[in-house]
């Protein structure tokens, strides 16, 4: 392509993405952001019921805190397993993603969905399809703070 | 005496025009509750088709499609010279594996969803080129296999947007034949890759619609045909938005796409079936095709049918590296 | 101990800032790319200080969503670098997300072999 022709093609691009702009509908954004903020909140609110009951049974914050979030991940195991959770997921969006049983469900849905290739490199190897970049990015930022302290207490 | 049979650019015109003897369709459970569930050959009760995986489904579904069309005519798998089919998966395995238990000469064809238009003119040129008699064109889809494949992992909870689609579990099959009796092939239109830059991964129908526009166009230039030459224009799986962007491109070139354009993604379900935007798949255009809308040819509801099947050429590979989404569209002219 | 009503608020502003993020930008967010993005988020604000206010004014609200994960691992790799070094740089993370990512394997492990996909 020549230097013209590329720059006819660039303002095709651009005046199809105006006409797809103008035609293509938008997602209902106040229904997705009630329906997240809703089941986002009550997720949170199951968790933190089950908080204050252990606490109140006299256990340590930090112990409360991962007895819940393994609760939690069970629960979502379970709803995932049985086939519920994606049915919450159309509606609710990120008020079924940004919790951490979203990030069960990715963890879960994605072993289940390959378990037909096999143990080792189907639910084995794709069970971190989702999980694994999630891992990867906060180990990276929490190495790189505890390095920052212990730079800065030297 | 080079290319007679070739008109304007992208055209070939048939002269023994290849005759569609006999076809099948099956469909999911899904599409069978859709306003055309009647007028397929077959609804599956469940997605599984007894096999126990859906790429096993899949591949039965064209396998069974195939015997199914040539059931009809009383004819055997060997009686087919050749079989040409493609589907959505990577290598195309429900073709290649339904090729192998049909033990027939087969070629694989890929075109994404636009897999039926292809074989069928490929197929109708092999016919009218006299080297076969006797041929196959299939294709087929499966929404959960697909699914796996392109988007997520059926389990997972996501959002579908206003314009995804949903992958039609489909598959339909055509006998093509140099004499008999039934609709006939008459021309078709080799489209070339479009591709406007459209990257949206859950928007198949926006980057389809500039490679069907382009194929429509070729087609009435190459052939100096008016839209109303068609009793009916049908686009493969464009679906509600790809079809209003198709419509306003359609009036660009200066064609008229009503009333007697349609598009099989927005035909195949009912708007209350929660499929968003509407159908896709390769089963989605093969389904209307050899299902409700080679029914109407027969009972002469309609005489001349141009099918423009739609691909969007998409790769998940590719649109991590931060490639756009290319589209093909193939029209194929059938007429009584 | 935190009311239920605040963990419900602060859950839902937080899915809800992850809403917006996936219906206002353009097309192709990914479930994956929220949680990655709430837990890098959640790690940086922890470790500027940020996050633990937020912690301490709705609980389970803050916790829950993905960024209060990152914060977790903030907050291990701080307590292991005060009691090892820089040893603790690199153990003291897992150290404090360990129920929860075993859990999260264990059960999604147990869950393939119980259940199949649904149609």
């Given at each position: 392509m020549n230097v013209d022709a590329k720059k006819m093609h660039q303002i095709e691009i651009q005046e199809y993405q105006n006409l797809v702009d103008g035609i293509k509908p938008k997602p209902d954004i106040l229904k997705n952001c009630i329906w997240a903020f809703l089941v986002g909140g009550m997720i949170c609110g199951l968790a933190q019921l089950m908080v204050n009951y252990l606490l109140a049974l006299g256990m340590s914050r930090i112990d409360a805190g991962s007895a819940v979030s393994c609760i939690m991940i069970f629960l979502a195991a379970f709803f995932t397993g049985i086939g519920i959770y994606d049915e919450l997921g159309k509606r609710a969006g990120a008020g079924s993603i940004v919790p951490i049983t979203g990030f069960a469900n990715a963890i879960v849905a994605s072993a289940m969905e390959y378990k037909r290739e096999g143990y080792i490199f189907g639910v084995g190897a794709r069970i971190?399809?989702?999980?694994g970049p999630t891992l990867v990015f906060g180990f990276a930022v929490a190495v790189l703070v505890g390095l920052i302290k212990v730079f800065l207490s030297s | 005496m080079p290319a007679y049979k070739k008109r304007g650019s992208q055209t070939v015109v048939f002269e023994d025009t290849p005759v569609i003897t006999s076809w099948a369709s099956i469909v999911g459970p899904k599409e069978g509750q859709?306003?055309?569930?009647?007028?397929?050959d077959q609804v599956l009760a469940d997605y599984m088709f007894g096999e126990k995986t859906w790429e096993k489904a899949e591949k039965k579904m064209l396998q069974e499609a195939i015997n199914l069309a040539l059931n009809k005519r009383d004819?055997?798998?060997?009686?087919?010279?050749l079989i040409l089919a493609g589907d959505l998966l990577n290598q195309t395995v429900s073709a290649n594996y339904a090729a192998r238990e049909l033990a027939r000469p087969f070629l694989g064809l890929y075109g994404a969803c636009s897999t039926m238009a292809e074989t069928l003119l490929v197929g109708a040129m092999l016919v009218d080129g006299k080297f076969f008699n006797r041929l196959i064109s299939a294709t087929c889809s499966h929404h959960y296999a697909a699914s796996r494949q392109?988007?997520?992992?059926?389990?997972q909870g996501t959002q579908p947007t206003p314009s995804t689609q949903w992958t039609a579990t489909a598959a339909g099959a055509v006998v093509l034949e140099w004499a008999g009796v039934g609709p006939r092939v008459t021309s078709a239109t080799i489209g070339q890759v479009v591709d406007l830059?459209?990257?949206?991964?859950?928007?198949m129908g926006s980057a389809m619609a500039p490679a069907a526009a382009h194929t429509l166009k070729t087609h009435f230039e190459d052939l100096q045909?008016?839209?109303?030459?068609?009793?009916l224009i049908v686009t493969g799986d464009l679906a509600r938005v790809g079809m209003a962007i198709a419509e306003q491109l359609f009036i660009r070139d200066?064609?008229?796409?009503?009333?007697n354009y349609s598009d099989c993604g927005v035909l195949?379900?009912?708007?209350?079936?929660?499929v968003d935007a509407g159908g896709c798949g390769c089963g989605c255009a093969a389904a209307m095709l050899c299902g409700p809308l080679l029914k109407k040819m027969l009972a002469g509801e309609i005489n001349k049918l141009l099918l423009v099947a739609t691909g969007a050429l998409m790769s998940p590979t590719m649109s991590f590296q931060g490639e756009s989404i290319p589209g093909i569209a193939h029209a194929v002219a059938i007429e009584n | 101990m935190t009311p239920l009503y605040m963990a419900f608020l602060g859950g839902g502003v937080l899915c809800l800032i992850g809403q917006l993020i996936m219906d206002l930008t353009?097309?192709?967010?990914t479930p994956g790319h929220i949680l990655v993005g709430y837990i890098s988020t959640g790690a940086v604000l922890s470790g500027l200080g940020l996050y633990q206010p937020l912690v301490d004014a709705v609980g389970a609200g803050a916790t829950i969503p993905l960024s209060g994960f990152g914060h977790l691992l903030v907050q291990g790799t701080l307590r292991a670098v005060e009691s090892d070094g820089l040893l603790g740089a690199f153990s003291g993370g897992v150290e404090a997300a360990a129920a929860g990512i075993t859990c999260a394997i264990v059960f999604g492990y147990v869950a393939a072999v119980l259940f199949n996909p649904k149609d």
């Open positions: 971190f399809s989702v999980a | 859709g306003p055309w569930g009647g007028d397929f004819l055997q798998v060997d009686d087919a010279e392109y988007r997520f992992p059926t389990e830059g459209q990257t949206d991964v859950a928007d045909r008016l839209p109303d030459y068609y009793d200066g064609l008229v796409p009503r009333p195949l379900y009912d708007e209350k079936q929660d | 353009k097309a192709n967010i």
